[in-house]
């Protein structure tokens, strides 16, 4: 096996119980660098009797770390955060090798993985039910309790940064953990189980299960013993487990795609938006469920605008994740041919081409930043989540045609606007169909902000305070202090 970094070992087991184990058949698959298509290492590759094993072992540790004090807790959670950051270079480094992106960008990405935990350790000890005031001779109280074992299924484009914004809710609300990192980006989750073991989590309360879709990924989101799953990933897979949960009313958290709109009106800087909007489109080579992936331009402004979205593009540089430069490549040879037949599909539904389009010659999976002008909001470039970087440009004339074409696609993750005027700014914000709307920036989201979308882009909420509401479950106790022994009637 070529190696072309120390920090990578040849092969991986499962991270499971807080010690390495392989596979029952001993099956691996090879994750490899999309920059250069060379194999990284071997993973194993789980079968459902070891999701079965993983599981099991999620719940035996769940009494002892559900009842573990929770400023305990809240003090172990931190020093996750803590390691991360002592291990920052070599997560960062893993992360751009597996994934592509940037060393920079995933250095970000790591920076990002490390405050979570920071953020979620402080609420471990103020998860803080309320009492009910239903009258006397009765004490009323809701309390907070952990569902139990917390299965996380997340996808390849920000795997260290997903693993944490999961699994860091999950264990201050005091739920343990399995989670399947996407079959192309397995290593930096298993070292940071690790890092969870070494920084104090108690054996099985972070397990990791490395292999495919099938059988791993459907055997654990159909376990009877789970007792809730956070997805992140494509709107096909998040219905296939919406279905699979119903069979055992296992409660989903949804974070799905998006086809995020940024309005750009004649008064905005336009200096200014086009390095927001080619930032929001071309990071992490357009794959990233928040990416602008439809500017929707005044006719006013549109040609003018048009020429500083090109010329931001074509200054690109585009190389492998070591590098360091602008963009790295896509995730894998798979994912590069559907970006490939999307442009092809624009070119065909009569798009005009204004820049890029092309793969890169070379080894690994490059492919140029894309502008596609002249786009109608119904062709399938316009309305289907490519996940590269290709950005579609669509004319309106009106405020009210504007916010038309911005709705009119199923998704809603996020939405920008892009103006001077705050009074149309704010009026567009109202009606925009986005979970996260951003006004004059982009990526307008932190760890501490609610993040997750409407209509086909989820359910739920991940970050800041409200994502805790997917890992905690509300009991009432209702107390009777009276000793007459008169009762309530159900429905009273
Ligand atoms: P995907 O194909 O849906 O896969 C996501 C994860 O699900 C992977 O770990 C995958 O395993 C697993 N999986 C596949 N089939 C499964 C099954 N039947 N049961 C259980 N698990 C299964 O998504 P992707 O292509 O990796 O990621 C890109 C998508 O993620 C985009 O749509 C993007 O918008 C979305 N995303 C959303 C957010 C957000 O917060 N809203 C953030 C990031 C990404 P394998 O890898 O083995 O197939």
Not at 250 to 263: C, D, F, Q, R, S
């Amino acid at each position: 096996m070529s190696v072309s970094n120390e920090m990578v070992r040849d092969t991986y087991d499962l991270y499971i119980g807080g010690t390495w184990m392989s596979t029952v058949d001993s099956k691996r698959f090879i994750t490899s660098n999309p920059a250069t298509e060379e194999p990284l290492a071997k993973v194993a590759a789980a079968q459902a009797t070891d999701i079965n094993h993983a599981v099991e072992t999620a719940r035996e540790a769940y009494p002892g770390w559900r009842d573990t004090p929770p400023n305990e807790r809240g003090r172990i959670v931190y020093r996750v955060g803590q390691r991360i950051r002592e291990y920052q270079d070599e997560l960062a480094t893993l992360e751009s090798l597996d994934q592509g992106k940037p060393r920079s960008q995933a250095k970000s990405d790591i920076e990002g993985a490390a405050r979570y935990f920071e953020y979620y350790a402080g609420a471990a000890d103020k998860l803080e039910g309320t009492s009910v005031p239903i009258g006397p001779n009765q004490v009323d109280f809701t309390v907070r309790e952990p569902y139990g074992v917390s299965a996380q299924i997340t996808p390849w484009n920000f795997p260290a940064n997903l693993f944490a914004r999961g699994v860091a809710p999950a264990l201050v609300a005091g739920n343990t953990t399995v989670i399947k990192p996407a079959e192309q980006t397995p290593l930096s989750t298993l070292r940071l189980a690790e890092i969870c073991s070494e920084a104090g989590i108690p054996d099985g309360v972070v397990n990791v299960v490395t292999g495919f879709g099938e059988p791993a990924g459907s055997a654990l989101t159909t376990h009877p013993d789970v007792d809730t799953i956070t997805f992140t990933g494509s709107v096909p897979t998040g219905q296939t487990i919406m279905k699979q949960a119903a069979e055992n009313i296992t409660p989903i958290t949804l974070e799905l795609g998006g086809k995020n709109p940024a309005i750009v009106f004649p008064d905005a800087d336009l200096d200014e938006t086009a390095i927001w909007i080619t930032r929001a489109i071309f990071t992490n080579a357009g794959q990233v469920c928040s990416a602008a992936d439809r500017v929707v331009i005044h006719e006013d402004i549109h040609d003018k605008f048009v020429s500083r979205l090109i010329d931001c593009a074509e200054q690109y540089e585009i190389g492998p994740g070591k590098q360091d430069l602008d963009m790295g490549p896509l995730a894998s040879k798979d994912h590069l041919g559907k970006v490939m037949r999307y442009i092809d599909l624009g070119r065909r539904e009569g798009a005009t081409l204004a820049t890029g389009g092309k793969a890169l010659d070379q080894d690994g999976h490059f492919v140029e930043p894309t502008v596609f002008t002249g786009v109608k909001n119904d062709m399938r470039i316009a309305q289907e989540e490519i996940f590269g970087p290709v950005l579609t440009v669509i004319p309106f004339s009106t405020e009210a045609e504007a916010l038309e074409i911005a709705n009119d696609v199923e998704y809603g993750l996020v939405g920008g606007i892009f103006t001077a005027s705050v009074k149309r700014a704010h009026r567009l914000a109202q009606r925009l169909e986005a979970g996260n709307v951003y006004i004059n920036k982009w990526f307008g989201d932190t760890y501490q902000t609610p993040f997750g979308g409407y209509k086909k882009s989820g359910i739920g909420r991940e970050k800041g305070l409200d994502a805790l509401e997917s890992y905690l479950q509300t009991k009432n106790i209702a107390v009777n202090l009276s000793d007459s022994g008169e009762g309530d009637l159900p429905g009273a």
